[in-house]
């Protein structure tokens, strides 16, 4: 562990006037852009090759009807995980309907963005599913705050670090291996 991992993640984050706090809605903004990228964009970069693609569009109202599968069920789950926690860690004064509202609306922002843009699909399952991965974000922020009371904030960036890491292979991974994944 190095000096800085070891003052930022022991010591508690103190770095040229930047606290924890700031910096996880630092990490939050990331993370938000992220998913922009990720599912209204559909990774593409440079972002002229979203331009060039044929722009289709559908919405489904019908909840868990012409999924992707459980692989595409699992992705929407684990890629909105950390927008869960690092809200929760970010926004400690909002009560839990509140951060999950958040979740919430972010997800049918993002749905929605979609469909008016004719980006991809829109469907009510994926809303559910993202609803559901934040909501577990914001479980395990509230276990990590127990169990680490203060340096939770700092437990969660490493841990949202390894989602960040893991979501990319995964994602890298449906190329590999054929699946066409529709976030």
């Given at each position: 562990?190095?000096?800085?991992?070891?003052?930022?993640?022991?010591?508690?984050?103190?770095?040229?006037?930047?606290?924890?706090?700031?910096?996880?809605?630092?990490?939050?903004?990331?993370?938000?852009?992220?998913?922009?990228?990720?599912?209204?964009?559909?990774?593409?970069?440079?972002?002229?090759?979203?331009?060039?693609?044929?722009?289709?569009?559908?919405?489904?109202?019908?909840?868990?009807?012409?999924?992707?599968?459980?692989?595409?069920?699992?992705?929407?789950?684990?890629?909105?995980?950390?927008?869960?926690?690092?809200?929760?860690?970010?926004?400690?004064?909002?009560?839990?309907?509140?951060?999950?509202?958040?979740?919430?609306?972010?997800?049918?922002?993002?749905?929605?963005?979609?469909?008016?843009?004719?980006?991809?699909?829109?469907?009510?399952?994926?809303?559910?599913?993202?609803?559901?991965?934040?909501?577990l974000g914001i479980g395990i922020f509230l276990l990590i705050k127990k169990l680490f009371g203060e340096k939770a904030a700092s437990v969660l960036a490493i841990l949202v670090s390894i989602a960040i890491v893991v979501l990319g292979v995964l994602?890298?991974?449906?190329?590999?291996?054929?699946?066409?994944?529709?976030?």
């Open positions: 562990m190095t000096a800085l991992s070891r003052r930022v993640f022991i010591n508690g984050w103190s770095w040229k006037g930047i606290d924890l706090k700031t910096f996880s809605k630092m990490i939050m903004l990331l993370y938000f852009i992220f998913l922009i990228w990720l599912i209204d964009l559909k990774l593409s970069f440079p972002i002229l090759d979203f331009l060039d693609t044929r722009h289709v569009t559908s919405l489904n109202l019908t909840p868990f009807q012409n999924t992707g599968g459980t692989f595409e069920i699992a992705m929407n789950v684990i890629a909105f995980l950390p927008l869960g926690g690092l809200l929760a860690a970010a926004s400690r004064k909002w009560r839990f309907d509140q951060q999950l509202l958040a979740v919430l609306l972010t997800s049918l922002c993002l749905e929605g963005l979609q469909y008016a843009l004719a980006i991809g699909a829109a469907d009510i399952t994926d809303v559910i599913n993202n609803t559901f991965g934040g909501l994602i890298s991974q449906t190329d590999l291996l054929g699946i066409r994944m529709i976030l």
